[in-house]
């Protein structure tokens, strides 16, 4: 059904289908959250980057760690799970699946989207850190403009490559998804700053 077709209430549902579709982020989230808010899997906490430097500059920083891949992986692989082998047979919440959840291991597919949706990040940590920009800072001027939308999207760009297999990428979707994470995920980072669960409030 494309996105540009659809009626007021399919449209309704495409949104619906949408939020529940990002809905293993959320979990992969705070899980990572609760890892750097009491320093549990401190082994993990080893730069991806391996310390490597380019041009003088660290290439991702000591802030992107491999324990953020694998939390989140591990977060959003217990939502999906939860998704495709208890709420997928509430009615409910089957009404609004973008795809057929009871038909997929839910937790490897959510381990995988998590997982690649995380490390969706670290172009954005590449570009910064060759402009100089600490890691949970900011530019300023019109740049600061474009690296605030790359902070919140970004992420979305792995979770639509993860998922496109399994959901057509609609515009009417990633649109929805675009507008859900800029409206929640800088309330969510700040809130997580606020619990200790975050370095930076950016």
Not at 73 to 89: D, K, M, N, P, Y
């Amino acid at each position: 059904m494309p996105g540009s077709q659809a009626g007021p209430r399919s449209v309704l549902l495409e949104l619906a289908g949408t939020a529940y579709l990002l809905l293993p982020l959320l979990g992969g989230a705070v899980a990572h959250g609760l890892c750097m808010k009491y320093g549990w899997l401190s082994w993990l906490k080893r730069p991806i980057d391996a310390g490597a430097s380019w041009r003088g500059r660290p290439l991702f920083g000591a802030s992107k760690t491999w324990r953020g891949p694998v939390m989140v992986a591990a977060g959003s692989a217990v939502i999906l799970e939860l998704q495709a082998r208890v709420l997928h047979h509430v009615p409910p919440f089957a009404a609004i699946e973008l795809f057929d959840y009871g038909h997929v291991r839910g937790a490897l597919l959510g381990a995988v989207i998590g997982a690649v949706a995380e490390l969706a990040e670290l172009p954005n940590s590449l570009v910064k850190r060759r402009l100089g920009v600490a890691p949970g800072g900011t530019t300023r001027g019109p740049l600061a403009v474009v690296f605030f939308l790359w902070d919140q999207l970004d992420v979305l760009i792995g979770f639509w490559l993860a998922c496109a297999l399994l959901v057509e990428p609609t515009l009417l979707r990633v649109g929805f998804s675009a507008l859900i994470a800029l409206s929640i995920h800088p309330l969510m980072t700040v809130t997580a700053y606020r619990l200790g669960m975050r370095a930076t409030p950016r």
